[in-house]
């Protein structure tokens, strides 16, 4: 599977896997100091930013096989990963299969019940429609804070602090992908994501605590699906702790991802 994708520093690898909608460029808040330390591969998933739709249905079960292929292209069995939102669903997806390294999940979906699968979809459905509509004056809206506050509230707790860049470039990529109204069909209504306590590395798994997509109380059932995973919580932060919290995102990322992380969760 062919994934347009960036390489940054030098070191042991470390996959990086965006959201719902999103782009490699959604981890520039953290990318220069993960590639101080590491070989940072950044992909664009199938149906969004460079990367072309899957050909077939578009579902959680189907961008694993293909970041899997991608992997194996690419030389990076067992690599470690770092996912958020959708990717963190994708990277545990990958962790519960074997497939991946150390492993760490910010936000992740896929662990909704009852009404808040439908406080989900029905967010974000209007939502996206309203920045796609909202395109040919983008740009203006996020140099401004009050259009940042506006259109990525669910996304971010302070989003009138974010990077005019980042948060249009997100912007950009959430309206233009080809595959985003189907996942997010099968994201609210489809299955749960399993579990497992045998996974090759170890799991951090953190979650903002002023979560608006994924709500936080989704958390301790993440935690219970994978039992051996540790829970951090990101004070103050939404969705995207890695743009609300980048520094502690990051420190956390290569702490968890460190060897000797990993020797500890293979003595354990």
Known sequence: MEMNHVRRG???????????????????????ELAAEREVIAVDLPGHGETAPLPGEASIDTLADAVA????????????????????????????????????????????????RYFFYATLAPSIRLVRLLQPVMGRLMNSAAGRTLLLAQLSARPWDLPADVALEEMRTFADSPSFDELLRRLAFGPG???TDSAPGPIV???????????PRQAKRAANRFPNARLHWFEGCGHYPHWDAPDEAARLILASTARDARSEAESN
């Open 193 to 195: 994501q399993p579990g």
């Open 69 to 116: 292929s991608f992997l194996t292209a690419q030389d990076l069995e067992g690599v470690d990963v770092v996912g958020n939102s959708m990717g963190g669903r994708l990277v545990l997806e990958l962790a519960r299969r074997g497939e991946v390294g150390a492993t760490v999940a910010l936000d992740p979906g896929g662990f909704w019940e009852g009404w808040e």
């Open 205 to 215: 798994i953190g979650w903002g605590r002023e979560d608006r997509v994924t709500l």
């Open 10 to 32: 030098s070191g042991r690898p470390l996959l990086l896997v965006h959201g719902l909608g999103g782009s490699w460029r959604t981890w520039g808040p953290v990318l220069d």
